[in-house]
């Protein structure tokens, strides 16, 4: 009897693999922004509705509290600007101090952080620069500059007039000088190289 033909079975297509979501960072803990002198009135009236037992409706209370915040005399509401002023200030100051404690590491996984956010639409959410992170050397031009700045010789100038004069008396240096400003450079861009390794070798 004549063999008959096993049938060929179709290999099952493969499922198409899910794309895996970015793993989560978890944000380095900073000082929080302080209200606005608006958001601390707001905030108390809000305190004080709930402290009476009145249902709280956040839109009603919103519409009551704005308008009397608009109707506030100006003496009361100076009172709630000062506050904010002086916590502001105090932010800025823990914001420096918390950057100033942050490892290399973390201001590497901050900056990751961010630019992923950055990158899904987020505004608002500049890289963080490390204050000490190496800082490269200035260029031959700069050095110059930085020169003819300290010596005082320009400083009856504005700074566009400076950057001018500086630009023209640079054109105007001999080689063998300019040779004097290229050393430097490459002096302190060795020196940074070796900083910079380092550095990235704690991150």
Do not use: C
Not at 159 to 176: G, I, N, P, T
Request: avoid cysteine.
């Amino acid at each position: 009897m004549p063999k008959v033909a096993k049938e060929v079975k179709e290999p099952k297509a493969k499922a198409p693999k899910k794309e895996q979501k970015p793993k989560k960072i978890t944000a380095v803990d900073m000082p929080k922004r302080p209200g606005t002198s608006w958001n601390m009135f707001f905030r108390e009236h809000m305190e004080k509705v709930k402290a009476s037992g009145k249902p709280v409706v956040p839109t009603v209370e919103g519409a009551i509290a704005a308008e009397l915040w608009k109707n506030l005399p100006d003496s009361e509401k100076q009172v709630y600007q000062d506050q904010y002023k002086a916590n502001f200030a105090a932010f800025k100051q823990n914001t420096k101090d918390r950057l100033d404690e942050l490892t290399p590491a973390e201001y590497k996984l901050e900056n990751q952080r961010r630019a992923a956010l950055r990158e899904s639409g987020r505004k608002g959410l500049p890289p963080l620069k490390d204050p000490n992170a190496p800082k490269r050397p200035l260029s031959n031009f700069f050095l110059y500059a930085k020169d003819l700045r300290e010596s005082g010789q320009f400083a009856h100038l504005s700074l566009k007039e400076q950057s001018k004069a500086f630009a023209d008396a640079w054109s105007k240096v001999s080689d063998a000088d300019k040779a004097v400003y290229t050393e430097r450079n490459r002096v302190a861009m060795e020196a940074y190289k070796i900083e910079k390794a380092q550095y990235d070798a704690l991150t």
